[in-house]
Every structure is written in structure tokens, then in C-alpha cells.
């Protein structure tokens, strides 16, 4: 029988969101729902985030900061599960980019600056797209759940 | 000994993966911007135009700026900021429009996977042969990397443009170089050879000399 935990229930999510307050919860769902909306503005901002990603990911893979590495494990999940996967859809490579653009921009919710929290807004965005898939396709997010773990080791 | 011909093993290339192995050393250091063949434009005149913002930017003015360039007047170019008067017989080229052939050329980068991703790879490298945004001399290379890192004008005034322009960089994208000499020589750089300088020694000499010469975009006047 699978370990897996559910999304809420893995636990950098749930450090998360003791350090988040509920107005950057909002802010970050927001920008969630905007950017899930097709605008050529968002559309052009997510691919020129999306240029430097091979460039964030080594920056987070090098760091010591437990917030940046996990982000760099699921960075490998999604694109690896989803992003490369034949069988993604469109909708699900969509939402893959939402939340690695989100990563990829130093002045999101909360400016990546911040030693502290700068990377916790972006695991939260990662947390609503995850959550956005399991409601899709929970196989996917299985297979993303079990790639996260192993790109974590 | 001639010193450019031993520059190649002096000279090192740092990116924050590698900011661990940046020496505790003195030794003169620049940032360079990293030249990303951003996916968003179409034409690679957007791409001239984004690259040109960044390297026009001049340090000896503060302020709110942007980049317009306006008619030509007889004796007179006149660029927002800079104004120069002239009294020379010159053809100004009132545009940094690039040659029309360029976006057919630009389009069959894009248009292939290996094209484009030569392409950026050769850009990327080029990035060293733009002009530096910040040139500084110190005691202690990694020191100075992460008291820039952390927080200093620099990091303000570039994150601050990036902010501006929508360009997903922060200080840590950028890409940071360092030239020593030998140990000895480094030394007697960073000596006080003069009593009332506060100080101040051979490194700060150097730095502004660099500073008030090649005048890097983003380092304070």
C-alpha cells in the first residue's frame, strides 16, 4: 500500500503555511487565479520567467535552505512528470509552468530577497497547482508526489 | 612579466552555484549582466532594445530615467538624459535599430531546437564582453560576493531596474569575475603606504580610477 501523504499533508506544506499570514495566502491564491486565466501579458511574463529556469534551478540546488532545495526537487517532479511526460495535457503543462515561472520570478508575493520567508510564497504556489492537479488526475500527482521524494534524497 | 599574457589563469568566472569557491583573497572583481535570450519576444529587435535599457544606464546621474532617443538636431544629439553638444562634422545614427536582416536570421534561430540553444549559449558567453554594471577592488573577493549578495546600494539599484523593466534577475543571476595578482603583489596592494588615508590603500586607488573611468551603470558615483 502507497505511503503517500496528501498535498496537505506533506510536510513542507505544512510548515509553510504556519509562516504565511492570511494575507499572503491571498495574495498568492490571487495571483494563482490570474495567471490560470490566459492573458497574452501573463502568457509572455511566464515564458520569459521560464528562460532563466535552468539557472534558478542550480542556484536552489546549491543552496542550504531546506524552503530552496525542496523547491528544486519539485522543480525536477513537474518537469519530469508533467512537463515531459507524453501523455500530459495541455491544461497540466499549464499549471506546471505557472507554478515554475512563479519560482523563477525574484519579485513575486513575497520578494525572494527575504532570507526567511522569500521562498515560502512560491512553495505555496506549488501547493495550489499540486492541489489543482490531485482534484484532475490523481495518478499524475502520485507519480509527482513519488519524483518529489526522490529528487529529494 | 608581462601581465596580459598570464590574465587567462588569473581570471575566474563565478555564478552562485560556484560562489563557494570564490577565494578569500584580494583581488580586483566585476559583475556582468548574463545575456538570456529571453523566450517572450518575437523580434530580436525587443531583445536589442531590453539588453540596451540595461547598459545605458549612467551612474553619474540619479533620478528617475528612461531611455528615448530624439531627432537629431544640427549640433546637437540629444539622449533623455545626456546632453552633448557637438561642433563636428558627424553622421549620427539616430537609432539602434538593427539591420533588417537580422530578425530572418533570428527567426531561423528560433525556429530549431540546436539553432537556438547554440544560439543562447553563445549570447550567455558573450555576456563578459559587455560593459561590467559594477567594478570593485577588495581585500576579501568572497567577503565582498556575499556583502553584495546580502545587501548593499548595488543590489538595491540593480534589483530595483529588474523590478522595473520585468526581468526575472536578481543579484544572484548575475556573474561575477575576479583577477588577482600574485599573493606579494596582492598584499602590497592592499597595504597603507600612506599614514592620514584612513586606511585607505592601493585597492581604493584602484577601484576609483576603474570607477571614474569606465563608469559601470550601476555602481554609485
Not at chain 1, 109 to 135: C, S
Not at chain 2, 31 to 36: N, Q, R
Not at chain 2, 70 to 86: A, D, F, I, N, P
Not at chain 2, 204 to 215: D, N, V
Request: hydrophobic share 35%; net charge negative.
Amino acid at each position: 500500500m502507497s505511503n503517500l501523504q496528501p498535498v496537505d499533508k506533506m510536510n513542507i506544506f505544512e510548515d509553510i503555511k504556519k509562516v504565511l499570514t492570511s494575507e499572503d495566502v491571498a495574495n498568492i491564491e490571487a495571483t494563482f487565479k490570474r495567471l490560470k486565466e490566459s492573458k497574452s501579458d501573463s502568457n509572455s511574463k511566464i515564458q520569459r520567467n521560464l528562460t532563466i529556469v535552468g539557472a534558478k534551478l542550480a542556484n536552489l540546488e546549491s543552496s542550504d535552505n531546506k524552503y530552496q532545495v525542496a523547491l528544486a526537487a519539485m522543480t525536477k517532479a513537474f518537469t519530469e512528470e508533467i512537463i515531459k511526460h507524453d501523455k500530459s495535457s495541455k491544461h497540466m503543462r499549464r499549471l506546471s509552468f505557472i507554478a515554475i515561472a512563479y519560482l523563477c520570478d525574484p519579485f513575486d508575493v513575497i520578494p525572494d530577497n527575504d532570507p526567511d520567508l522569500g521562498y515560502a510564497d512560491d512553495i505555496y504556489m506549488f501547493f495550489l497547482v499540486l492541489k489543482e492537479i490531485k482534484k484532475l488526475d490523481a495518478a499524475t500527482y502520485k507519480r509527482i508526489a513519488e519524483s518529489y521524494k526522490k529528487c529529494l534524497v | 612579466m608581462n601581465i596580459l599574457s598570464t590574465l587567462s589563469q588569473r581570471f575566474k568566472v563565478y555564478t552562485y552555484p560556484d560562489r563557494h569557491e570564490i577565494p578569500a583573497s584580494s583581488g580586483t572583481y566585476a559583475w556582468f549582466f548574463p545575456l538570456y535570450a529571453f523566450d517572450d519576444f518575437n523580434e530580436a529587435q525587443e531583445l536589442a532594445d531590453l539588453y540596451r535599457n540595461v547598459f545605458a544606464l549612467d551612474s553619474t546621474f540619479s533620478g528617475e530615467y528612461q531611455l528615448t532617443e530624439k531627432e537629431y538636431t544640427e549640433g546637437r544629439h540629444t539622449r533623455s538624459w545626456q546632453t552633448v553638444s557637438l561642433k563636428a562634422d558627424v553622421t549620427v545614427s539616430p537609432t539602434s535599430t538593427l539591420p533588417s536582416d537580422c530578425q530572418k536570421i533570428w527567426e531561423q534561430v528560433q525556429a530549431l531546437p540546436e539553432t537556438k540553444k547554440v544560439f543562447d549559449q553563445s549570447l550567455m558567453a558573450a555576456s563578459l564582453f559587455t560593459p561590467p554594471l559594477y567594478i570593485g577592488k577588495t581585500n576579501d573577493l568572497a567577503t565582498r560576493y556575499h556583502q553584495h549578495l546580502s545587501d548593499s546600494g548595488f543590489k538595491k539599484r540593480f534589483e530595483n531596474f529588474c523590478r522595473k523593466n520585468k526581468l526575472p534577475l536578481s543579484i544572484s543571476d548575475l556573474i561575477f569575475c575576479s583577477l588577482s595578482l600574485d599573493v606579494d603583489s596582492e598584499k602590497l596592494m592592499s597595504d597603507r603606504i600612506v599614514d592620514d588615508s584612513e586606511g585607505k590603500d592601493m585597492n581604493y586607488l584602484l577601484e576609483q580610477i576603474l570607477m571614474k573611468s569606465a563608469r559601470p551603470p550601476f555602481s554609485r558615483q
